[in-house]
């Protein structure tokens, strides 16, 4: 009897931290790209329907990079007024983070969004047509976060001028709570 108790609390302990890990989705209400031209002369910045959960980008530069620096800036509602303040603001030189050398944690979950093609992301960065589909970053956000809008900036730079910014917007929420807002 007691073999089956035991048998009982290991099940119900793993459906209760898959449901855990599962239980915020992402929406993305927008996804908003500026280029430089003169690094990149076409670009398409989409979020993918219907679950507007992934997003896709294809850039094509026309420029060889050998250094560049990505900033992340992760933005929140503050209570109980609604503008956005800054709470996460990070500066990480890529070619250094690929090798490994300097990482950071939110960083890492960029990177991860990327599946396979975060390998693209090299240095030298050669001149080319680069396609990064399906990008999910809610499948590697930590589980403690809670229901919020939300607002992301990524800016990726060279020493001498931008190259890519890119602003996102959208929510987290519990789909076993309640249904999606309205978009």
């Known amino acids: 009897m007691a073999q089956f108790y035991l048998i009982f609390l290991l099940i119900f302990m793993a459906s209760q931290s898959e449901s855990a890990k599962a239980r ?4 993305w209400r927008s996804f908003d790209c500026y280029p430089n031209a003169e690094y990149i002369s076409h670009h398409k910045c989409t979020i993918l329907e219907p679950g507007k959960s992934l997003i896709t980008a294809e850039l094509n ?7 560049f620096n990505a900033t992340f800036k992760l933005f929140m509602p503050r209570r109980p007024s609604r503008p956005f303040q800054k709470v996460i603001d990070v500066n990480v030189d890529i070619c250094q983070f690929v090798k490994g050398i300097h990482g950071h944690r939110f960083m890492t979950i960029v990177v ?3 599946g396979k093609q975060g390998s693209q992301l ?3 960065h050669p001149k080319g047509l680069y396609i990064y589909p399906n990008i999910n970053i809610a499948e ?3 589980a403690f976060l809670p229901e919020t809008d939300f607002k992301i900036e990524m ?4 020493p001498e001028a931008h190259v890519f ?3 996102l917007t959208g929510f987290l929420f ?3 709570k309640k249904k999606a807002k309205t978009f």
């Open 24 to 27: 915020l989705q992402m929406m």
């Open 140 to 142: 590697n956000l930590p």
């Open 122 to 124: 090299k240095c030298p």
């Open 155 to 158: 800016n990726f730079l060279t």
């Open 112 to 114: 991860k969004a990327f």
């Open 174 to 176: 519990d789909p076993i």
């Open 165 to 167: 910014n890119t602003s």
């Open 61 to 67: 530069y026309i420029k060889d990079i050998m250094k």
